[in-house]
């Protein structure tokens, strides 16, 4: 099944996804490009699963010159 990999190291197709909230929204509406990218079916249950980890903020990161 599909999970999430914070670490980046579990075997099998991965996809990533950055950590801004539109893009976990967008993903997570759109389930089609979950699919593609992960060469499988995402279930409702996944997509759940996915969408408990989905970030509440966007991080800024603030640059010091």
Same mark, same amino acid.
């Given at each position: 099944g599909v999970v999430v990999d914070f670490s980046g190291k579990r075997n099998g &197709?991965? #996809?990533y996804l950055c950590d801004r909230v539109n893009c976990w929204e967008? #993903?997570?509406?759109?389930?089609q490009l979950l699919n593609q990218a992960l060469l499988t079916e995402v279930t409702a #249950? /996944? &997509? /759940?699963?996915i969408a408990a980890h989905k970030p509440t903020y966007d991080k800024v990161t603030e640059y010091k010159e």
């Open positions: &197709r991965g #996809a967008i #993903a997570l509406q759109k389930t #249950a /996944e &997509r /759940e699963e």
